[in-house]
């Protein structure tokens, strides 16, 4: 599936620059071009910046990173119920709240890293087994319609955007 294969009305008007962030692309391309990416990035932090935040108030770079984990973790599950049929409305969630109970700042560096690689591997695994029916299926999601293909697209846009603010307030 490519991104341009997705029609407005298959995602919250909300995620439209996370779609655009990641530009005319082939899903499970970049899904895996996004792992090696965010693992090169991961390769230049130093350990002592994990509990650097760029101003009060702003989350420490290792909460950024379990933040990245944790929304994709969340986005594959609406993917999977989605892309299986099921039509139950799926609640938002609130990432302010997610982040402090992460315990980020108490996890290596390597600890982030493997983490991060067993969820993106989860994701490639799961993208990889939907067929083109599926990745067009919709369902709810914090109040929107949401096909599975767009979660898929989130994700990598999601993760696009964060390692854009990463590099520009972190590095």
Known sequence: MLSSDLSASEYNPYYHNYILAVGEVELLEELKNGKVVFTA???????????????????TLAEVLM??????RIFQY????FGRNDKAPLAGFD???????????????????????????ATVSLFSSFDDDALK????????????????????????????IIRERYL
């Open 41 to 59: 990035l991961m390769a230049e932090v130093p350990k002592s910046k994990l509990d650097y935040a760029y101003a009060d108030g702003k989350w």
């Open 67 to 72: 933040h990245i984990i944790d929304a994709e």
């Open 78 to 81: 609406r993917a999977l119920r």
């Open 95 to 121: 990432q302010d709240v997610y982040v402090p109970e992460s315990n980020a700042l108490k996890k290596s560096k390597e600890e982030l890293l493997n983490e991060y690689e067993s969820v993106r591997n």
């Open 137 to 164: 299926r919709v369902g709810m999601a914090s109040d929107s319609n949401m096909s599975a293909g767009a979660m898929g697209f989130i994700i990598c846009g999601h993760q696009a955007h964060h390692l854009n």
